[in-house]
């Protein structure tokens, strides 16, 4: 008799089964996935703070505890961080370096220095005032390996994705 949970067990292992499959058949050029993607979004939030929030990555597990395991920052200075940040989404963990570059109260830029996700670029321009903050997303995305997937998700997929974050930044900055 095959219970429930052996039936659970069954199907999860035959999904698994089937993606690796489909990844290690499919040719090369479906095995990496680049493309651009850019949006625009005001949130209710003074620049000044909502920079140096973002600004401050040492904070991120605290903010998003469900999705950034850990933050170890390998180097900072005035203008640029370099970190290895422990990212889970959709359940998929991966670690990645991220170098982060600052330009106060205008810019914040990160590009993925290693891993599944090298040369990624996210470009964030910050303008505003002391009550609203108009952001500008510039995302050059460059995935491969097991984020490969994630390169043919709808653009307002990763609209989502960034405005989910931009709210726990402000829900933070609220209640902080």
């Known amino acids: 008799m095959i219970t429930k949970r052996s039936k659970i067990l069954l199907t999860t292992y035959g999904i698994i089964f089937i993606i690796l499959v489909t990844f290690t058949t499919i040719p090369n050029e479906y095995k990496e996935g680049n493309r651009e993607i850019s949006f625009v979004k005001t949130v209710d ?4 703070s909502l920079f140096e929030l ?3 990555v040492a904070k991120y597990p605290e903010i998003f505890p469900d999705n950034i395991s850990s933050i170890i920052v390998q180097s900072k200075d005035k203008n640029k961080i370099i970190a290895i940040e422990s990212l889970v989404e959709a359940g998929i963990s991966t670690s990645l370096t991220a170098e982060h570059n600052l330009i106060p ?3 914040h830029s990160i590009e993925i220095l290693d891993g599944d996700a090298k040369d990624t670029k996210i470009i964030i321009l910050f303008a505003g005032n002391e009550s609203h903050t108009t952001l500008t997303v510039k995302i050059n995305l460059h995935v491969k390996g097991i984020l490969a997937p994630f390169a043919y998700l709808p653009s307002s997929n990763y609209e989502s994705a960034f405005n ?11 209640n902080n």
């Open 105 to 107: 109260y205008s810019e």
């Open 164 to 174: 989910t974050v931009l709210d726990s930044f402000v829900k933070y900055l609220n």
């Open 45 to 48: 939030v003074d620049r000044i």
């Open 54 to 56: 973002m600004a401050d």
